[in-house]
């Protein structure tokens, strides 16, 4: 009986002994993939360096003063670092304002709507983990961060990262529920798509390893999980013109709520404090809400041919190259003008209701009462064009 307690206090022993191991090991392995010092012997192995580094650390600048960023850098390898600047856009906003209406013109619409779809959500809830966890970028120096228009934005997790991991699988896996596509080509292009992105942002300075890790890994549990639910909604969205109206509610809703998980105050100005996180976000939103809109009703109107998952796989269409590129380049001259002509009357309109100042036009752009609706507002309208007016158009034309 004493020898069988003593073994049984040894395998206590033993456990405790493991598990303080493994808290060790795990808290040793995040502190490491949180080092900005990682990053920056990563930028400077690929040819981005400080332009007078300190001698005893290479990855610091000497202490200059009156020099800006730009000037302070130094890149050895162009190439690298435009390659790395794609890298970054192919998770942007823009590109997906651009590349998924095109995809609907050209391809699939049914495959367009649910990536978008899964897009926003993820993204959500991405950029409402940014303001909630409230941890920043890896610090410069010794980090270079070559994207000064995000330094407002906290880092964890990256969204760029997230984005570009959303995209491309869920573009795989819409498309082949619907198509007879090589799945093992597209798996690994979809693979290098996401690879091309997060190593990007760490090239970039934006983000520490374990960011881009967490957003690589989030986003591709957030799709897993949101597939079902994804192609559930969409069906309900094409079938019901009151689903479509609640889903519209739904996501002005979400994009109120957004701007009110961040309530701390700038320490330089006193304000509330600003990022473009929660502005992107809400462009998102409204472009997606407006696409779905714009579809739905095109769709009931049989200018699209919406493919339900589970019907028999189709051979992807061939494309004729004369007509696909007349769709894109009448659609690309509507698209653009009303981006850019929707985005400035909807700022004059809203700053003019709520009685704010155009004198100085960035921070009217910045007031929430501004930033909200108008970025809303105009991606909504151009979303719900973009898949409404312009295949309409093009039927017109004898295009579509």
């Known amino acids: 009986m004493l020898e069988l307690l003593r073994v049984r206090v040894r395998l206590i022993q033993l456990c405790q002994f493991c598990c303080r191991g493994s808290y060790y090991i795990m808290a040793s392995m995040i502190e490491?993939?949180?080092s900005p010092h990682l990053?920056?012997?990563?930028?400077?192995?690929?040819?981005?360096?400080?332009?007078?580094?300190?001698?005893?650390?290479?990855?610091?600048?000497l202490l200059m003063k009156h020099q800006s960023r730009e000037n302070a850098i130094k890149i050895k390898n162009g190439f690298v670092y435009r390659f790395m600047q794609l890298g970054s856009e192919l998770a942007a906003e823009s590109f997906y304002y651009t590349f998924l209406p095109v995809c609907s013109w050209v391809l699939d619409i049914s495959v367009a709507r649910k990536t978008l779809t899964s897009l926003a959500l993820?993204?959500?809830?991405g950029q409402s983990a940014k303001d909630i966890l409230r941890i920043q970028r890896p610090l410069s120096p010794p980090v270079i961060r070559l994207e000064a228009k995000y330094d407002t934005e906290y880092g964890m997790p990256s969204?760029?990262?997230?984005?570009?991991?959303?995209?491309?699988?869920?573009?795989?896996?819409?498309?082949?529920?619907?198509?007879?596509?090589?799945e093992r080509s597209c798996l690994i292009v979809a693979c290098g798509y996401a690879t091309f992105v997060a190593i990007s942002r760490l090239y970039l300075g934006m983000h520490t390893v374990l960011q881009v890790l967490v957003g690589v890994a989030g986003a591709g549990g957030l799709l897993y999980n949101a597939i079902p639910f994804v192609h559930r909604l969409d069906q309900a969205l094409v079938n019901s013109q009151s689903m479509t109206a609640v889903a519209t509610a739904v996501s002005a809703a979400l994009s109120l709520l957004i701007f009110r998980l961040d309530s701390g105050l700038d320490p330089c100005t006193g304000r509330p404090r600003w990022n473009t996180a929660r502005g992107d976000q809400v462009e998102i939103m409204g472009f997606?809400?407006?696409?779905?809109?714009?579809s739905s009703w095109a769709t009931s109107r049989s200018l699209y041919i919406y493919r339900c998952d589970g019907e028999v796989l189709s051979v992807l269409p061939s494309l004729n190259v004369k007509r696909t590129v007349m769709k894109m380049a009448v659609?690309?001259?509507i698209f653009l003008p009303l981006y850019v002509i929707a985005r400035k009357l909807s700022v004059?309109?809203?700053?003019?209701l709520n009685g704010v100042s155009l004198e100085r036009k960035d921070e009217?752009?910045?007031?929430?009462?501004?930033?909200?609706?108008?970025?809303?507002?105009?991606?909504?309208i151009t979303g719900s064009l973009s898949t409404s007016l312009v295949p309409w158009l093009l039927e017109k034309l004898g295009m579509w």
């Not at 997606?288 to 714009?294: I, K, N, R, Y």
């Open 364 to 380: 009217a752009k910045r007031d929430p009462r501004v930033e909200l609706p108008y970025k809303y507002l105009s991606c909504f």
């Open 159 to 182: 969204t760029h990262a997230m984005a570009g991991t959303v995209a491309p699988f869920a573009l795989y896996v819409f498309g082949k529920s619907i198509y007879q596509i090589p």
């Open 348 to 352: 004059l309109f809203f700053a003019k």
């Open 288 to 294: 997606t809400t407006g696409l779905l809109v714009g």
């Open 331 to 333: 659609g690309g001259l």
């Open 39 to 61: 990053v920056a012997h990563f930028q400077k192995l690929c040819g981005l360096q400080w332009k007078y580094p300190d001698p005893t650390k290479p990855i610091f600048p």
């Open 122 to 125: 993820v993204m959500y809830v």
């Open 32 to 34: 490491s993939l949180s």
